[in-house]
Each structure stands twice: as structure tokens, then as C-alpha cells.
């Protein structure tokens, strides 16, 4: 059984960073994408970054290269996503989601079969 399981959000300042984790089971992340994603109340789901299973290469989001990044380690089975330098507009709930069909090259703007059930951050002062 495919499960996501993020953690690692909550509250920080503006300037402030967070390493988000998603753990993975039930799969191998050799065979997977997995895609970091957000979203505020009301708005549209965002595409942040994904990472392929089969070389680890990435597609992030032009708006918000530089401040994001992610990475994965196959050992624990889990991809984390840094953010550095957070501002207020980064607020919203983080998750992460896994596609077998792209484990060769993910892409953010393509569908994903699996999704955890997401992680609050909150940047405010």
C-alpha cells in the first residue's frame, strides 16, 4: 500500500527556514516522482518541485527557484524539501505526492497518482 507521510512544518518567522520530509512506503523511490506541491484555501494548487526516481533530477517551479530545494535519500526512503529565506506568502499547506509514470523525468505540471495528507507552515511575525 502507497502511503505519503509529511511532516516537519509549522510556525516561522519571516527569514526563517524549514525542511519539510516526506516519508514513503510501500514503494521504492527508484520507481517513483515525487512532487512537492501547495496550496492556500481558496487558491489553486502550486507546483513547487519534484524529483525523478531514476537519477534524482529535478523540475522546480521559475517562481520560486532559489529558495526551494529538494532532495531525496533512497535509505530512508524519504524526499525533503528545504526552504530558505520564508516570507508570509509562502504560507499554506505543503504536500507531497508520488507518480510511477515519471520515475525517468518528473514534471510538475503532469498528474499524480498518490498524495500525502499535507503539512501546515505558517510564516508570520
Known amino acids: 500500500q502507497v502511503q505519503l507521510v509529511e511532516s516537519g512544518g509549522g510556525w516561522v518567522q519571516p527569514g526563517g527556514s524549514l525542511r519539510l520530509s516526506c516519508a514513503a512506503s510501500?514503494?521504492?523511490?527508484?520507481?517513483?516522482?515525487i512532487g512537492w506541491f501547495r496550496q492556500v484555501p481558496g487558491e489553486e494548487r502550486e507546483g513547487v518541485s519534484c524529483?525523478?526516481?531514476?537519477?534524482?533530477?529535478?523540475d522546480d517551479a521559475v517562481s520560486l527557484k532559489g529558495r526551494f530545494t529538494i532532495s531525496k535519500d533512497n535509505a530512508k526512503n524519504t524526499v525533503y524539501l528545504q526552504i530558505n529565506n520564508l516570507n508570509p506568502e509562502d504560507t499554506a499547506v505543503y504536500y507531497c505526492?508520488?507518480?510511477?509514470?515519471?520515475?525517468?523525468?518528473?514534471?510538475?505540471?503532469?498528474?499524480?497518482?498518490?498524495w500525502g495528507q499535507g503539512t501546515q507552515v505558517t510564516v508570520s511575525s
Open positions: 510501500g514503494f521504492t523511490l527508484d520507481y517513483y516522482a
Open positions: 505526492a508520488a507518480d510511477p509514470l515519471q520515475f525517468r523525468r518528473c514534471n510538475l505540471l503532469a498528474q499524480y497518482e498518490y
Open positions: 524529483i525523478s526516481g531514476i537519477d534524482g533530477s529535478t
